[in-house]
């Protein structure tokens, strides 16, 4: 009997880094290893090209900041073009990332389907995926779009059925609505079956006079996925928006239609309602959830509040209010289009002026090394495992406002940085390989390849501490400041 890899995957728990033994990564995965002499920085600051590639990616390859300035013979021009172009994804060809990614088959499989593999099957393939498409996608304001919603609409895969459904959430949620319409996104990860699990909205149901109406979902509706914390919502607010969402529910894994989301009149309150001052009248059924989600999408509160996340993304750790405010109007003039949105924060003069400023968390600091020394990876368990020591592990952030932005979040394991830096450099990373002597090569040499891995010509200082008889020390260049940071 020939056995699939899909049966081969139920039986045995395998996952993407069964693959890591291929001799070369471009059969194993189907991603073409970069080749050439590629261009490094020649200023002794960073410029503003190179500023936009560490900010809105998860950091330059060998020969993108060539392809970049390629668009334009102005380089600022250059640059921004290059983020016009990555406001639309579907315009850029990616079909080497999806093939690798593809290879983690088990978070494509339909939501009912999800439950026919082991929980810890899931869990590596869609950080895998997450990873491989970090590394190599060309859409990369788009991986960053996806992993920045994916904290913003957080859920944890340990709790319950979301073991299962987390996959779901990632394709149909969060990747599907990345770089869309924010109304459109909330709708769906209220709808989402892993939101319905992870934030109790299956449990919310009131069918007498007496009982109350689980407020949980409602509450981090209104304090993290829209309004935010200061956002001028009453407890009282947050009870009707309870009242607005009672009767939703999601079929389990033991009975028919598994993950299937129902509307149960019997279980809601179909009663008049009034959250934030807009009326909802008797009798609206599973309407007063749209009209719900509607007005909240529509608050100047929750264009403050996805403003200010998006400027401490894109910004500073704390943003200016002049440019929130400006990022705020444009999402409200828009209607929630997250391309306008963005146009407004990238035209912003803090944008260009703040440079190198953002200490990147692990997840990106970690694909940054990837991306920076032409790395083949297969993205399996020994990264994963490093992510966890970082404390930044995909999809396993215990609480509902997602993994923190700020550096302070991160200072504290610095060590497993650094032992991760020296880890790749040096070849101790299983199912991940950099050659060094390669880099070297294409970049013209090792001045030049610090230039590329610094971002700009590097400092006497510097030369001396990351150059030992002309050979790059890697693992020091890797655990610099100037290289943890964007």
Known sequence: MTLSRRGFLLATGGACAAFAGCDRLERG???RVPEGAFLAPSAGELDFAQHVLARCSFGPRPGDRAALLALDGDPHAAARAWLERQLAPASIDDEQS????????SID?????LYEYKPAVLLRELTAAALLRATYSQRQLFE???EFWTDHFNIDSSKAECAWLEAGHDREVIRKHALGRFSELLQASAFSPAMLWYLDGRAN???TPEERPNENFARELLELHTLGVHGGYTQTDVMEAARCLSGWTVRDRHGFKKAQVEFHSDAHDDGRKCVLGVEIPSGGGERDVQILLDALARHPATARHIATKLCTRFLADLPPAAAVADVAAAFEASAGDIPSTLRALFSRPEFEQLRG???KRPFHY???ILRASAA???GGPALASYLARMGQAPFQYPTPDGYPEEASAWQGALFWRWKLGFALANGRVAGTRIDAARLVERAGGADALLAHLLGRTPRERERELFLDEGEPRLGLVFASPAFQRC
Request: charged residues 30%.
């Open 144 to 146: 960053v779009l996806v």
């Open 357 to 359: 400023v953002k200490l």
């Open 376 to 378: 083949q990876t297969d």
């Open 366 to 368: 970690l694909v940054s």
């Open 98 to 105: 999806e093939r690798a990614a593809r290879r983690c088959d």
């Open 29 to 31: 995965l189907g991603v």
């Open 205 to 207: 149901v009131k069918r």
């Open 109 to 113: 499989a339909p939501l009912g389907e």
